[in-house]
């Protein structure tokens, strides 16, 4: 069956760079996406990327999506305490019946 | 405005009880779900409505049935309940299925 992965936790200092990576199992994939949840809060779409795509940025956050490799990475540059979340990869299944997610990865910010 | 609500946001119940969690949604979409979030963050799908209809059915006890009365609302009712169903509920829906979906802030479930 389809599966996605990811660490569970990174740390960075503050104003670093942050890359979580992903990687997933469905080759025929269409959609993957980057979700955001803040303690206590419910899950909040960051970005997206279409399979057909290498790269997407949007200010301080860009997505690369190897296809050949199924890895997919998300960059925050310039991190900052508000940056500190759990980040979740998720993909639409090639049924398109819905969304996988991974395990999410716990950002943590030092000062 | 909000786009996703789920009631109540915090769920305390003894083993054995039945409840429910409500969930209601204004931005027209078509499609629901239910979500559980273990205590080590992993989320697991459990159901899907589409206009009404179920769609998906994970492998869920049926202990969980889900009814949708109408389009905007998605309820969750557990019978018998288990300590192993403590989590974190979310509900969420989408105009597509399954395209962005928007979440609602969860219900924390604790079963004593």
């Known amino acids: 069956g389809e599966d996605v992965e990811q660490s569970l936790f990174l740390s960075v200092r503050e104003g670093d760079s942050s890359v979580i990576n992903c990687t997933y199992t469905d080759s025929s994939s269409t959609y993957l996406y980057w979700y955001k949840q803040e303690p206590g809060a419910g899950l909040q779409l960051l970005t997206y990327i279409f399979s057909n795509m290498d790269m997407k940025q949007d200010q301080r956050l860009t997505v690369l999506l190897n296809k050949k490799d199924k890895h997919l990475s998300l960059r925050i540059a310039d991190t900052q305490t508000g940056d500190s979340a759990i980040y979740f990869c998720?993909?639409?299944?090639?049924?398109?019946?819905?969304?996988?997610f991974g395990s999410g990865t716990r950002l943590s910010i030092r000062p | 405005d909000t786009a996703v609500s789920q009631t109540p946001k915090y769920l305390v119940t003894q083993m054995g009880n039945d409840k429910s969690i409500k969930c209601e949604q204004n931005l027209g979409h078509d499609t629901m779900y239910w979500y559980k979030q273990d205590s080590k963050k992993f989320l697991k799908i459990m159901f899907s409505y589409n206009n009404k209809e179920l769609i998906i059915n994970e492998t869920v006890p049926n202990r969980f049935s889900p009814k949708s009365p109408d389009k905007a609302h998605l309820n969750l009712h557990i019978n018998s309940l288990e300590l192993g169903d403590s989590a974190v509920y979310f509900c969420?829906?989408?105009?597509?299925?399954?395209?962005?979906?928007?979440f609602g802030p969860g219900t924390r479930l604790t079963v004593l």
């Open positions: 998720a993909e639409k299944d090639s049924s398109a019946s819905k969304i996988i």
């Open positions: 969420a829906s989408s105009q597509e299925r399954p395209a962005r979906q928007y």
